[in-house]
């Protein structure tokens, strides 16, 4: 069993920055995947940046070359560093950790924390 916290979000002005961090409990924590997802009000929820076990990282288009996804596996946490954040990156951030092997998988979700950029 893995628990996921989600911390950092808050009230930004627009161009300003925010580091998000996930802090996961549990055991084997470095062979998640990690990522982090949005969802603004009426809308599905969205990828925004995984990283995987190796330290690979994949980003949406909508946040390539502002965000920037890490990991440290002796903290058991994956940060989401944020930088010239637009109105539109108002959302609630997810923490999500997946592992898909060849006889179990398994995903957890964090509760969320709010991010709302405005001026």
């Known amino acids: 069993q893995v628990q996921l916290v989600e911390s950092g979000g808050g009230l930004v002005q627009p161009g300003g920055s925010l580091r998000l961090s996930c802090a996961a409990s549990g055991s084997g924590f470095s062979i998640y995947a990690m990522g982090w997802y949005r969802q603004a009000p009426g809308k599905q929820r969205e990828m925004v940046a995984v990283i995987t076990s190796s330290g690979s990282t994949n980003y949406a288009d909508f946040v390539k070359g502002r965000f920037t996804i890490s990991r440290d596996n002796a903290k058991n946490t994956v940060y989401l560093q944020m930088n010239s954040l637009k109105p539109e990156d108002t959302a609630v951030y997810y923490c999500?950790?997946?592992?898909?092997?060849?006889?179990?998988?398994?995903?957890?979700w964090g509760q969320g924390t709010q991010v709302t950029v405005s001026s």
């Open positions: 999500n950790a997946y592992y898909s092997g060849s006889s179990w998988s398994r995903d957890y």
